[in-house]
């Protein structure tokens, strides 16, 4: 079982950053493959960002690559997502979830979601 509780949401203005943390309950945190999805009002959720278990590869949207980094502390138990350059449209409830596999990009191959963390971008 695996618990997951996102934060560092909030309200910025365009051209800002926020930096979100997932932090992951379970002895088996580093053994898998995490990543960032989002959802924005009406719309289906998409997939953002993933890290493999050791933080060497990284997986990006062509939305947010050069501009969302994705980063992992195994000792932690925490998944990161520092946004830079944000727009209007990263607008979106932010969600961390545990992936069956690296290169994973659809929902259905994720698992133990958390309860998401909205992000606000005023133009």
């Known amino acids: 079982q695996v618990q997951l509780v996102e934060s560092g949401g909030g309200l910025v203005q365009a051209g800002g950053s926020l930096r979100l943390s997932c932090a992951a309950s379970?002895?088996?945190?580093?053994?898998?493959?995490m990543g960032w999805f989002r959802q924005a009002p009406g719309k289906e959720r998409e997939f953002v960002a993933a890290?493999?278990?050791?933080?060497?590869?990284?997986d990006y949207a062509d939305s947010v690559k050069g501009r969302f980094t994705i980063s992992r502390d195994n000792a932690k138990n925490t998944v990161y997502l520092q946004m830079n350059s944000l727009k209007p449209e990263d607008t979106a409830v932010y969600y961390c979830?545990?992936?069956?596999?690296?290169?994973?990009?659809?929902?259905?191959?994720?698992?133990?979601w958390g309860q998401g963390t909205q992000v606000t971008v005023s133009s």
């Open positions: 979830a545990k992936a069956g596999f690296f290169g994973a990009r659809h929902a259905r191959n994720y698992s133990y």
């Open positions: 379970g002895r088996t945190f580093s053994d898998y493959t």
């Open positions: 890290v493999n278990w050791s933080g060497e590869s990284t």
